[in-house]
């Protein structure tokens, strides 16, 4: 990716719009790529990282998403596509990888030689991340939720520890990572919409996915068309949504 000819960061966020035309212009596949690359660089939650990203230059496989997508124009013109998985399923593979990790920081010392930092680190991801993601049919989640309101009466206490919470912590996530790989896009002035109609069951099925994966979003990728904007950008008043304290 050529630095010299991207946008600033700012300027990268005004050019971005959700564009719902794309010219039949090819984009350069390793560019793509490239922004996929920032977006495993966005925040993530306990730095998990579960998700996935699925990168689509198959013309055959574009007109099958298409087709799940309800033919929006946004898919059905899109040269390429990216398709934003959470996998919540795979939390203990990602444990293990970060224990791996930060072993590998600390020198693959003896447990007892490490500093109360690096235990308690090791500590975050042996015990307190399996706590918050280990549940059975959304029981035990439950319990925890509950027992978590009760300790929050005396004091301050992470209470999102439903499996419907913990799930929307991965979309979070991956949402957070969707928005860096357009961000990238519109800095090299690649064009991206996301898109969350779409049939999920199908979507899967041509991705091949589990059933415990989910779609985040889609996300169409081409150059705009004269006729790719619906309109001009319309946002509520800011003096609305901000409010300082």
Same mark, same amino acid.
């Given at each position: 990716?050529?630095? /010299? ?109 490490? /500093? ?22 959304? +029981? ?95 946002? +509520? ?7 300082? +304290?």
């Amino acid at each position: 990716m050529d630095l /010299s000819t991207e946008k600033s960061v700012s300027e990268a966020i005004k050019y971005r719009r959700s564009v719902r035309v794309f010219k039949n212009e090819a984009l350069d596949i390793q560019k793509v790529k490239d922004c996929i690359q920032l977006a495993a660089l966005a925040p993530t939650s306990s730095n998990m990282q579960l998700w996935e990203f699925y990168h689509v230059v198959s013309p055959d496989c574009i007109e099958q998403i298409a087709k799940a997508s309800f033919d929006q124009n946004a898919a059905k013109t899109a040269q390429q596509l990216v398709i934003v998985v959470t996998r919540k399923d795979l939390w203990r593979k990602r444990v293990k990888s970060n224990i791996k990790y930060l072993k590998a920081q600390y020198g693959n010392k003896p447990e007892a030689d490490y /500093s109360k930092r690096e235990k308690f680190a090791l500590n975050y991801y042996q015990k307190i991340i399996p706590a918050l993601y280990f549940d059975f049919f959304g +029981i035990i989640g439950m319990i925890k939720f509950l027992a978590f309101q009760i300790i929050g009466i005396f004091k301050p206490i992470y209470r999102q520890a439903r499996q419907s919470d913990m799930r929307i912590v991965a979309h979070k996530s991956a949402g957070l990572a969707a928005q860096n790989f357009m961000i990238g896009m519109a800095a090299i002035k690649y064009d991206t919409c996301p898109m969350e109609g779409f049939d999920s069951l199908r979507i899967k099925k041509i991705l091949h996915l589990p059933a415990s994966a989910e779609i985040n979003m889609i996300i169409g990728c081409g150059i705009r068309a004269t006729n790719g904007l619906y309109g001009d950008r319309f946002r +509520i008043p800011f003096e609305e949504t901000y409010f300082k +304290i």
